[in-house]
């Protein structure tokens, strides 16, 4: 999930720490997911803003999303 005004992503992932979602905005699309537990952003087309990430509701530096 992604909170625009937030500038927030949200990844939950019932199916282990490796997994790739496609993501939509009113900005930009691309791919979202986790590699290893570790969560990943690949940008498309357009710009995705992000601040905040949350994996399994616990907070993680934005400087642990690797943006591609």
Do not use: C, N, Q
């Not at 999930?1 to 927030?8: E, M, Q």
């Not at 990943?40 to 616990?58: A, N, S, T, W, Y």
């Amino acid at each position: 999930r992604y909170d625009a005004v937030d500038k927030a992503l949200y990844l939950d992932s019932r199916i282990g720490a490796d997994f790739k979602s496609f993501l939509s905005t009113a900005t930009g699309f691309g791919s979202v997911g986790l590699v290893h537990g570790a969560p990943f952003l690949e940008i498309r087309m357009g710009k995705i803003p992000v601040k905040k990430v949350f994996v399994d509701g616990k907070e993680v530096a934005v400087t642990g999303l690797a943006i591609h």
